[in-house]
């Protein structure tokens, strides 16, 4: 899940999504976040700290990788010193890929521009939805990408990055863009920006990871927004609750294929 210069803000999905009820909470039903950065940095220091820890291990070659990476179908691989190691994938019970591998980037320009992409749309997003609601919706979107990764890619592939995640916010982006009637005609063509790269840069690139992210990005925003007021956060509970079980339907799906 690679990246792309995905910063965009727009100010009046931030203004209508932090306008606050008398109980302290956005337009969306989340509690207002006193600091709308602070998930987006515990994200980043996350993504960071993982990236530190590849580094102080061997960088490429660190045996980290190999296991935070999505890897669909694990198998015997030649090490570059010519050695035969066997690598765990998630249909083998390395379910734990589908989530380490958004928090794991190997070259410093890939964790570079994720991270910074995050630290543009993460705060806009927080501050519109709060930080429950937020952390979720980052989460479960890049959830959604990795398992897109897991039934498309190549099965012995490894996947790593948070690209999905953040493709994700775009998507969710979008959505609050709809939902204020927001001019989103600029938005649009970052989206369509990164979706290009994505597409010229399919042999290094996941798209699968893309499109899954920033497809459920959009479903859980909708879920989100959309919500009827009465009972909202009864109704955005079962909507996400809803997502979540499908993703772990699909996951038990492939897996059953894979073996």
Known sequence: MRPASVGFQCPSCVAEGAKATRSGRTAYGGRLSGNPALTSFVLIGINLAIFLLILATGWRRSVWVDRLALLPKGGLFHLPNGALVHILGVAD?????????????????????????????????????????????????????????????????????????????MGALLMLAIKVRADYSQLLVWIGINFAITVVGRGFISWEGHLGGFLGGMLLAAMLAWAP?????????????SFTFVLLVLIALRTAILN
């Open 93 to 169: 019970g390395a379910w734990w890929q589908l989530f380490t591998s958004m928090f794991t980037q190997v070259e410093l320009w890939h964790v570079g521009f994720n991270m910074l992409a995050l630290y543009v749309l993460g705060p806009q997003l927080e501050l519109a939805l709060g930080r429950a609601r937020f952390l979720t919706l980052y989460l479960l979107a890049g959830l959604g990408g990795s398992v897109l990764v897991y039934w498309l890619s190549p099965i012995h592939t490894p996947t790593v990055g948070a690209s999905g995640a953040l493709f994700g916010l």
């Open 229 to 241: 007021r009465r009972r909202r956060t009864m109704w955005q509970s079962v909507g996400l609750g």
